[in-house]
């Protein structure tokens, strides 16, 4: 499951920045808790937009609370907390060409990322939920589901919305 929507103004490069998240994102999470089915574990990127909803849910599940950096979201190094509007074309033309393989000055590559979460999700408990970023979770999709790095981009990954990531039998 995604985090709920932040306060980040629109157009704002973050992945490691942790903008705050949006009023309201409480009442969302308390809407969802029972809904959800059985859940063994809650893991958590340590970003607060996920960290906060997990605690929160969590405590409503009666359901234990992991912490995994590997679910954090891709890391644009220099590019962080600036508006996309203001970072060079010379610079993220190149990058989105092949983020696959290329980082953003002084971040990872989408590759380097799908390593880190693929370590993450074989290593999760039958039965878990894992609260993290759109990135990560698009990386489960390409993993799970086989979908090459164009289709898992093309699905839109709705804030504070669990869905089932392994495909259908």
Do not use: N
Request: glycine share 6%.
């Amino acid at each position: 499951m995604r985090h709920p929507r932040t306060a980040a103004p629109p157009g704002l490069c973050y992945g490691r920045h942790d903008p705050g998240l949006a009023p309201g994102w409480e009442a969302r999470i308390d809407a969802l808790a029972p809904s959800l089915p059985a859940i063994s574990t809650l893991i958590s990127s340590p970003a607060t937009r996920c960290l906060k909803p997990a605690r929160r849910l969590a405590a409503a599940l009666g359901a234990p609370l992991q912490e995994d950096p590997r679910l954090q979201e891709l890391d644009f190094g220099a590019w962080e907390g600036r508006p996309w509007a203001e970072i060079h074309r010379d610079q993220s033309d190149p990058w989105a060409e092949d983020p696959i393989r290329r980082a953003p000055p002084g971040g990872e590559t989408f590759r380097a990322l799908a390593v880190r979460v693929e370590a993450a999700l074989g290593e999760a408990p039958p039965h878990a939920l894992l609260l993290c970023h759109a990135g990560p979770i698009r990386a489960i999709l390409m993993r799970l589901r086989a979908l090459d790095f164009a289709r898992a981009f093309a699905r839109p990954v709705p804030y504070a919305t669990p869905f089932d990531p392994a495909p259908p039998a």
